[in-house]
């Protein structure tokens, strides 16, 4: 009776991790065929490389730093717009294009879905700031219209300026004191 419910119990592990790699590749292939560029073969198995470059950038670089050295090269001249890794066996994709995080975070914004993870972790710095709601929230086209007119180009450039003088400001100043 013992190994009629191990085998059982077994048999249900194997399917399960079974479907969620099929899932999992679909989603990729989902993803290839918007044109998206995975960065290995075998994205399921990325977060073990990732892994690997976590432990050796000591904290000190980015690890995908360490992968893009890898995969493309020191040059890295042949990145293309979109690349895709599977972290944790959860596909995820990076944009490299500024037009299309452009079109996408300006143009496209009232179609664009923040994910779950983003609003969990800003609400303790923002409490029920515009970061910490979620896209579909009644209020958030309210609060981006009264935010959105600070970040016209001619005052983030004039703010750019002076938050650039107050940066090497403090550099100096920490520089000295060390």
């Given at each position: 009776?013992f190994?009629?419910?191990f085998?059982c119990?077994?048999?249900?592990?194997v399917a399960?991790?079974?479907?969620?790699?099929?899932?999992?590749q679909?989603q990729?292939?989902r993803?290839q065929?918007?044109?998206i560029?995975?960065?290995?073969?075998?994205p399921?198995f990325d977060t073990f490389?990732?892994?690997?470059?976590?432990?050796?950038s000591?904290?000190?670089?980015?690890?995908?730093?360490?992968?893009?050295d890898?995969?493309?090269?020191k040059?890295?001249?042949t990145?293309?717009p979109m690349t895709?890794v599977?972290l944790f066996n959860v596909?995820t994709v990076?944009?490299?294009?500024?037009?299309?995080?452009?079109?996408?975070?300006?143009?496209?914004?009232?179609?664009?879905t923040?994910?779950?993870?983003?609003?969990?972790?800003?609400k303790?710095?923002?409490e029920?700031?515009?970061l910490?709601?979620p896209?579909e929230h009644?209020?958030?086209?309210?609060?981006?219209?009264?935010?959105?007119?600070?970040f016209f180009?001619s005052?983030?450039?004039?703010?750019?300026?002076?938050?650039?003088?107050v940066t090497?400001?403090?550099?100096?100043?920490?520089t000295?004191?060390?």
């Amino acid at each position: 009776m013992f190994w009629l419910v191990f085998k059982c119990i077994l048999a249900a592990l194997v399917a399960y991790f079974v479907y969620k790699v099929v899932t999992i590749q679909l989603q990729i292939w989902r993803l290839q065929k918007q044109g998206i560029h995975f960065l290995s073969k075998y994205p399921i198995f990325d977060t073990f490389k990732i892994l690997k470059y976590v432990k050796q950038s000591k904290g000190e670089d980015h690890y995908m730093k360490f992968f893009y050295d890898d995969t493309f090269g020191k040059e890295k001249k042949t990145i293309p717009p979109m690349t895709g890794v599977c972290l944790f066996n959860v596909p995820t994709v990076y944009i490299h294009d500024p037009v299309l995080l452009e079109d996408i975070y300006v143009k496209q914004n009232k179609y664009y879905t923040k994910h779950q993870s983003m609003t969990l972790k800003t609400k303790p710095l923002t409490e029920n700031g515009l970061l910490a709601i979620p896209t579909e929230h009644e209020e958030y086209p309210l609060r981006r219209k009264s935010v959105s007119s600070a970040f016209f180009k001619s005052k983030v450039d004039s703010m750019s300026k002076v938050i650039k003088e107050v940066t090497l400001e403090h550099i100096a100043r920490l520089t000295n004191a060390l």
